[in-house]
């Protein structure tokens, strides 16, 4: 059963900092993509950014030149360095990692159960 395990998240003040990370495990599959994602009340899930197997990165209009992702393959982790934060950042943040499976042909992405960042003004 693969699970994905989230810490990081909290309480900090506009301008602040805060680092996300989140390890998966029990997985059989080759690592693919790995981002996340977030979700703010009585909005839908949006990405903020993900990076891929080879380290090619993507991000958010709204979270570029304040947010940096990055991964570790070999410990099945992913993590989100985020600066500057600001109020609008305010969400619960999501992490995804894709495995390929073979044997079967498919991708799959697994989610882990979020983590609260709250930013005061």
């Known amino acids: 059963q693969v699970q994905l395990v989230e810490s990081g998240g909290g309480l900090v003040q506009a301008g602040g900092s805060l680092r996300l990370s989140c390890a998966a495990s029990g997985s059989t599959g080759s690592i693919g993509t790995m981002g996340w994602y977030r979700q703010a009340p009585g909005k839908s899930r949006e990405l903020v950014a993900d990076?891929?197997?080879?380290?090619?990165?993507n991000y958010a209009d709204a979270v570029k030149g304040r947010f940096t992702i990055s991964g570790d393959n070999a410990k099945n982790a992913v993590y989100l360095q985020m600066y500057s934060l600001k109020p609008e950042d305010t969400a619960v943040y999501y992490c995804n990692v894709e495995y390929f499976y073979r044997a079967i042909g498919r991708t799959i992405g697994y989610w882990g159960q979020g983590t609260q960042v709250t930013v005061s003004s």
């Open positions: 990076i891929r197997s080879g380290g090619r990165t």
